[in-house]
Nanobody, 123 residues
Framework: VQLVESGGGLVQAGGSLRLSCVASGSRFSINVMGWFRQAPGNERELVATISSRDGSTNYADSVKGRITISRDSARNTMYLQMDSLKPQDTAVYYC?????????????????WGQGTLVTVSS
């Protein structure tokens, strides 16, 4: 299973960006997907997660009301719509997925990360 992110870039404060994350592979099922970010000198932190089972979402307090996570299960694609961006949102954004894949007839759990996409918000 692989994850590929896209959509990062440079935007002015107050602007918007939409990140995408596509999962590919064979014989897998994703339970939860999420976005994390890491700014220079900081640890990686949670931005938002979304459950595949019921679509429930979870957001970091710092992004609530400005950022929306969504998923298109048919396309194995997750999105992060970011509005009212602030300079402190500048970071590398990583896609994360947890689920199960089948090796032969045996299910095995996995957790994978994308390569990251840089978001830069200028003041």
């Amino acid at each position: 299973v692989q994850l590929v992110e896209s959509g990062g870039g440079l935007v002015q404060a107050g602007g918007s960006l939409r990140l995408s994350c596509v999962a590919s592979g064979s014989r897998f099922s994703i339970n939860v997907m999420g976005w994390f970010r890491q700014a220079p000198g900081n640890e990686r932190e949670l931005v938002a997660t979304i459950s595949s089972r019921d679509g429930s979402t979870n957001y970091a307090d710092s992004v609530k009301g400005r950022i929306t996570i969504s998923r298109d299960s048919a396309r194995n694609t997750m999105y992060l719509q970011m509005d009212s961006l602030k300079p402190q949102d500048t970071a590398v954004y990583y896609c994360n997925a947890q689920g199960i894949y089948w090796s032969g007839i045996l299910p095995r759990s996995f957790e994978i990360w994308g390569q990251g996409t840089l978001v830069t918000v200028s003041s």
